[in-house]
């Protein structure tokens, strides 16, 4: 089984020139949980964003389940999801409303009863009905 995450001499370099990644090598395995941490401007960002298609990276590869994230872009954004420290896509919208909003953002259709085992499974069906 290949990793869940694999990351290959990565790099990135900001047009302004400045390195923020300098080759950063890493493999996870499914089911793996981990954390990276690093003082302010250590590139945590800039290495999340590049994992989720939301930054470039300037060389280096980057696999999910051994999908390259470059080739197969629609397959490995299917498998990550990204919970952002303080954006929310609608505050006032429920919890159960924003996952199955997410869902249509990569071409999955809704999925009620799927939905409600992941929120079951995260101790988070009594907040369904929240808003964010
Ligand atoms: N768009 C950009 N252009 C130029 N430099 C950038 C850009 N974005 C980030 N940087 C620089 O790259 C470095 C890494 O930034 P990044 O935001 O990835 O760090 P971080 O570890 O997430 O920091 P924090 O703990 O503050 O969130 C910093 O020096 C930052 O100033
Ligand atoms: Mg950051």
Redesign the pocket.
Known sequence: MPPILEIKNLNKT???G?K?LDDINLEIQEGEIFAIL??????????ISSICGITNPSSGTISVKGFDHTENYREVRKMIGLVPQELTTDMFEKVVDTVNFSRGLFGLQSNKLYIERILEDLSLSDKKKYSN
């Open positions: 900001y047009k302004s400045f923020a690093g003082p302010n401007g250590a590139g945590k960002t800039t290495l």
